[in-house]
């Protein structure tokens, strides 16, 4: 069975310092990952992807992860944070079929 | 931009009412899904459906049912509403072939059971 964890449940950070909310999964298969970001009362919105290929990827707003098969980790991080990062950031890993996602990070942003 | 509407943010519902949550996708995704967020629980899949009038458990099935007549709408029906289903509620679709892009999420629905 498919599983996603996400050790982190809550991380506070300063505004302009780094990131990394980490997730590690379990999968059968080659995984495909995801990141999904929430802000308050709205949906998920699909941050990065990973499916093939560098195992760098780049996302939206600035955000990147690496995955390393090995740890069967898939982290995401970005180098400056800043206030409007503030949200609820879920991994999440499948394919064709449904997505099994973590128990979510909550990421509050200090000025 | 595919567009998945929940059409409703906010519901209060009686215990043992029998509750409709609506979903609907405009970019005619093949696969629709139903998951409830709970705080430390994260999202949970309740059903899914992969075409119309096929569905499938989830993880969390019990308590819920389904229905898939049109291909753009995923119905979720709370049969006889309970406290314990208090809880956001959200739909997500996908193409069958596209799952690799992720799925697109509606906004939520609130459900709260008193």
């Known amino acids: 069975a498919q599983s996603v964890t996400q050790p982190d449940i809550h991380i506070t950070v300063s505004e302009g310092a780094s990131l990394e909310l980490r997730c590690n999964y379990s999968?059968?298969?080659?995984?495909?990952l995801f990141w999904y970001v929430q802000s308050p009362g709205q949906g998920l919105q699909l941050l990065l992807k990973?499916?093939?290929?560098?195992?760098l990827v780049q996302g939206i707003k600035g955000f990147e992860a690496e995955f390393k098969r090995s740890q069967s980790s898939f982290n995401l991080r970005k180098p400056s944070v800043h206030w409007s990062d503030a949200a609820e950031y879920f991994c999440?890993?499948?394919?064709?079929?449904?997505?099994?996602f973590g128990q979510g990070t909550i990421l509050t942003v200090h000025p | 931009d595919v567009k998945v509407t929940q059409s409703s943010r906010y519901l209060v519902k009686r215990t043992g009412e029998k509750v409709f949550l609506e979903c609907v996708q405009d970019?005619?995704?093949?696969?629709m899904f139903w998951y409830r967020q709970d705080p430390g629980l994260g999202l949970r899949l309740i059903y899914f459906?992969?075409?119309?009038?096929?569905?499938e458990k989830g993880d969390i099935p019990e308590g819920y049912s389904v229905s898939r007549e049109k291909k753009e709408r995923f119905s979720l029906i709370l049969e006889s509403a309970s406290t314990n289903q208090t809880s956001m509620y959200l739909c997500?679709?996908?193409?069958?072939?596209?799952?690799?892009?992720?799925?697109?999420f509606g906004s939520g629905t609130r459900l709260t059971v008193v």
């Open positions: 999968y059968g298969a080659t995984p495909y």
């Open positions: 459906s992969y075409d119309v009038k096929m569905k």
């Open positions: 997500a679709s996908h193409l069958s072939s596209g799952g690799v892009y992720g799925y697109t």
């Open positions: 970019m005619d995704h093949e696969n």
């Open positions: 990973y499916f093939s290929g560098d195992t």
């Open positions: 999440a890993v499948g394919g064709y079929g449904k997505l099994t």
